[in-house]
């Protein structure tokens, strides 16, 4: 520590990296501005994510009721196999070898099933909590203690962060993708408001469901 500033030292060998804790507070609110929006587009921004996530609740049911049908299948395959065992028309190895096959596919479509049954009933109120968090992402972390900090950082970025000596900034490997999305949006918002951008932009890909994470 010099003159009162306090230094963040890399130990590691060759590594040689000394910067001061302000600098790199200053990277990290950096980076947190970068998924915060415009005051001035959130009802444009809250719009559109609606949309997308509207898309989303239909492909999910689409896809639900595929799922589904699949399952009936299978169960049915389960039954017919478990019958012709019982009645002896096929023997114990053919048996265990299909049923065993059987039960592998059950528990992966029932596991795809888990990832598209959970309703957005409530998905006007966590749109609404999320996009006022991002009002203000960087002054909330200021204004925060260490440990609302850290749990703010695992919200919007799950996987961490590090920091980037070439760059000299931080950089996240995944974002929450809720506040991806938005984030994008706000951008292509704002680029259309200069002129910069005029057509109509498809964000549905760009949303995982695992990642919507607003608890």
Do not use: W
Request: hydrophobic share 30%.
């Amino acid at each position: 520590m010099k003159k009162g500033i306090h230094y963040y030292k890399c130990n590691t060998k060759g590594c040689c990296l000394n910067l001061n804790a302000e600098k790199r507070h200053g990277l990290y609110q950096d980076l947190l501005e970068d998924y915060q929006i415009d005051p001035v587009l959130l009802p444009q921004v809250q719009q559109m994510m609606e949309e997308v996530f509207g898309r989303l609740s239909q492909d999910n049911e689409q896809e639900e009721k595929r799922l589904k049908g699949q399952l009936t299948e299978l169960k049915k395959k389960q039954e017919t196999l478990e019958r012709r065992y019982v009645y002896g028309e096929i023997d114990r190895e053919i048996f265990s070898k299909f049923s065993a096959e059987l039960k592998a596919q059950v528990r992966e479509i029932e596991a795809n099933l888990e990832k598209v049954a959970v309703p957005l009933s409530n998905q006007k109120s966590m749109l609404e909590k999320g996009l006022k968090m991002m009002l203000n992402l960087s002054s909330s972390r200021e204004k925060a203690d260490a440990g609302k900090r850290r749990r703010l950082q695992a919200l919007v970025f799950p996987e961490g962060v590090a920091y980037d000596r070439e760059k000299g900034a931080y950089r996240t490997t995944r974002a929450n993708s809720f506040f991806g999305l938005a984030a994008g949006i706000s951008q292509k918002m704002e680029e259309k408001e200069k002129g910069k951008s005029g057509s109509e932009t498809d964000f549905s890909p760009l949303v995982a469901r695992r990642g919507i994470e607003l608890s």
